[in-house]
């Protein structure tokens, strides 16, 4: 843990006292690498180091079968619009047999790619360091990933700052970036249960699904890949949108077609992170590298 991040900052100081100790940890990694996904805090923190550091950052997009490609081309735009200077890298977390079998450590298995081939890629272009967007608020729930990115050193400015999630939006929309309200929206592999295979099958037809239902007008939702049974999880505010007998039918076609077998509205309403709640408890308090 970084001397930094063990002196966060006071509970009441202001936002922008945050972002000033912000700029100032950035200016302190040198060239930077900053893992990007084009989500509202990697896309912020890409965006303030670009400002800080200008060409002495790079943005680093991984593609790969998980990163659906609405998501893709969305965080592409936003690097141009921005002129951030932007490296779309190949990983392969596919390749590993204990990223497919999706148990609870998975997030620690993709991270643990990721941020391997990214320190490949910082030797290659001779960059002093590695960060991505790890928040304050992210501290309350079970992310592995979290390991992995410790394990390379990787830096993490949001949390060494203390900003939570709703700084980071309300920071955002003051310098006017078109993602500050932007839904949060983790890798396809997070939409299948745990303990069933990551395939690339599975992966586009979540892909597909979550395509649908934006074209149906719905804005913050998951399609949750349970085998034959789909499980589809909207916002509590745009579930009267989908309780309807001609909405049932168009997401009993849509997912039909798709090959489920079973089409399911969660009357709960959309979770961040709701597969987390099946994992058994020994999952969640033992370290992902005993799993390896």
Known sequence: MSALRSNLPAEGE????????LCHRLGSLG??????????????????????????????LADSPSLARSQ???????????????????????ARPEYLRNDGARCFHCKDELFTVMEQHRRKVGFDAIAYGVNLDDQGDYRPGQQAARQHQVAAPLLDVGLTKHDIRELAREA?????????????????EYGRPVTREALSAV????????????????VRHHGQIVRLEIAREELAHALT??????????FKALGFLYVT????????????????????LKGPGSTR
């Open 14 to 21: 202001d936002i922008q006292g945050k972002m000033r100790s």
């Open 31 to 60: 060239r930077l690498l900053v893992a990007y996904s084009g989500g509202v805090d990697s896309g912020f923190l890409a965006w303030v180091a670009h400002r800080e550091l200008g060409n002495g950052m790079m943005a680093v």
């Open 72 to 94: 893709m081309r969305d965080a592409t735009a936003f690097a141009e619009e921005q002129g951030m200077p932007l490296t779309i890298i190949d990983t392969d977390e596919m």
């Open 176 to 192: 006017g970036l078109r993602i500050w309200n932007k839904p949060a929206s983790a890798c396809l592999s997070s939409r299948i």
């Open 207 to 222: 892909e597909l699904g979550e395509e649908a239902i934006r074209r149906l007008g719905f804005r913050q939702f998951r």
């Open 245 to 254: 007998v001609e909405m049932a039918a168009e997401f009993t076609r849509t």
């Open 265 to 284: 509205l969660d009357l709960e309403g959309f979770r961040s992170g709701s597969m987390n709640a099946i994992l058994p408890i020994d999952s969640l």
